[in-house]
């Protein structure tokens, strides 16, 4: 069984993360799509355009010394230019660990990333980690 191309893309855009591979993360979005983050600190917020999206990127690796880390456990289409991914992410700052389900949900269009929409199963924890 083929995967969806929609899919395809999402999953090439895990890899690119945990690779630090801007110009391929780059090359997967819009000039003006939209990443959307829940909660109440540094990071949350409606982030426009890919430069800001990639800049919120480059600052979870700043903020957390690199070790971020993203474990992809599934991606699902509803073929009509929408993709759910869920993961785990593992990070530490300062003296405090985060290791939290989080899913992401994609707004594809024209084999590009439009929109990003994360959620997550903890935001209070979110929070305090980002505080």
């Known amino acids: ?25 780059t090359s997967l979005m ?3 799509a939209v990443y959307h983050i829940p909660g109440n600190h540094i990071l949350s917020g409606h982030h426009k ?9 480059r600052r979870l690796g700043e903020e957390t010394n690199g070790t971020m880390q993203v474990q992809l456990d599934a991606v699902l289409t509803d073929g009509r230019g929408h993709v759910m991914s869920f993961h785990t992410s593992r990070a ?6 985060l290791e939290i389900r989080q899913g992401l949900f994609f707004t594809i269009v024209g084999g590009k990333v439009t929109d990003i929409d994360e959620c ?12």
């Open 30 to 32: 819009t000039a003006d």
């Open 92 to 97: 530490d700052r300062g003296d405090h660990g």
């Open 49 to 57: 355009g890919r430069d800001t999206i990639l800049d919120v990127f």
């Open 120 to 131: 997550t199963e903890d935001i209070d924890e979110e929070n305090r980690f980002w505080a």
């Open 1 to 25: 069984m083929s995967e969806h191309p929609d899919c395809a893309l999402v999953r090439k855009g895990y890899v690119a993360f945990s690779e630090g591979d801007m110009e391929t993360l």
